[in-house]
């Protein structure tokens, strides 16, 4: 109950009906959010590609981490803030469709994929930076990071769809 | 006059056609194309800054551009394929629309120019050795390129908002 209060509460706020009313703000932030999967995705792509051990194969596993991660990450911050803003344009609406739901779920997952391989297989990358054949944690790892991404995609497309009309 | 009676021509034959009309009648489908159309758009954006950020000597500055962009050229292609694809099929479901939208045009004139520019004097960069080209057409390159691929992008993006 206390949340569907603070959504509307967010709502009410200036920077919610900028968002919505102002004629360039959402394309603009909607925009930045679409362009920016394109460093986002791709990379995170080739990453989880070179874990399956099918592109890249030439490039050290750590290497290839050391190089795509920046990027990951300023990719990643952006797409948050991005997506952060577009929700504020109207907290209850997104809140609202399933899809919205869905998306943040396989977010979280998502994140919790990423923290379990650092965790665990991806401490020992080293040993197994230019083996012929990645270790199956890692390709569990890729799979599961694709196939997140993909679903986070489309819901994210999804939405637009479910959304009320304005 | 000629040329513009012909693609208006090919647009209403697009429209016209059985898959012109299933994506556009179909409640799921269109949605389900836009959404291959997004993933190939991730994994084309993510070959093509690989190898222009390697031009540009920010990323993998140790590694030869050539294997880079020789490892990568599967999925570059592949994802450029589906693109296409992908985009004709959403083209089909409005064609005649799409004839008439200045963004549209925009979109397809700078497409022209990116997929010439990356097949042709991109390439030469992208296969060579760095001693070949100095680092200052190495970057012109990286950077042309990105600008005609972010046109590309920033003119679909434009379609929804400028399109009718």
Not at chain 1, 100 to 110: S, T
Not at chain 2, 102 to 129: G, N
Request: proline share 5%; hydrophobic share 55%; aromatic share 14%.
């Amino acid at each position: 109950m206390w949340f569907a209060n603070f959504l509307q509460w967010l709502h009410d706020t200036q920077l919610s009906t900028t968002m919505r009313e102002s004629i360039w703000a959402e394309p603009l932030v909607e925009t930045i959010h679409v362009l920016t999967l394109t460093l986002f995705l791709g990379f995170a792509v080739l990453l989880d590609l070179r874990l399956l051990g099918v592109c890249l194969r030439r490039r050290k596993m750590s290497e290839v981490l050391a190089q795509l991660n920046p990027f990951l990450f300023v990719g990643f911050a952006i797409m948050v803030a991005s997506g952060l803003l577009l929700f504020t344009g109207d907290p209850p609406a997104f809140w609202g469709t399933i899809f919205f739901k869905v998306k943040m779920i396989f977010l979280i997952l998502a994140g919790l994929n990423v923290l379990i391989f650092n965790a665990t297989i991806g401490r020992s990358v080293a040993q197994w930076d230019l083996a012929p054949k990645t270790p199956q944690a890692a390709k569990v790892a890729a799979v599961v990071s694709i196939v997140l991404w993909v679903a986070i995609v489309a819901a994210g497309r999804a939405i637009a769809y479910a959304l009320p009309p304005p | 006059m000629a040329l513009k009676t012909m693609l208006y021509h090919f647009c209403q034959w697009c429209n016209a056609s059985p898959w012109g009309h299933g994506v556009r009648d179909s409640v799921w489908l269109f949605p389900f194309v836009e959404i291959f159309h997004l993933l190939a758009l991730g994994v084309l954006g993510g070959t093509l800054l690989l190898v222009n950020l390697r031009l540009l000597g920010f990323r993998f500055p140790s590694e030869p551009v050539a294997e880079l962009a020789e490892d990568v050229k599967p999925w570059m292609l592949g994802s450029l394929a589906v693109m296409l694809v992908s985009g004709f099929f959403l083209f089909c479901t409005e064609a005649v629309k799409m004839y008439g939208s200045p963004a549209f045009r925009f979109k397809m004139i700078f497409l022209f120019l990116a997929v010439v520019f990356t097949f042709t004097i991109h390439r030469k960069f992208a296969t060579s050795d760095d001693a070949r080209f100095s680092r200052f057409s190495r970057s012109v390159a990286a950077v042309v390129s990105l600008i005609l691929w972010a046109c590309v992008g920033l003119g679909g993006r434009a379609i929804g908002y400028y399109g009718s």
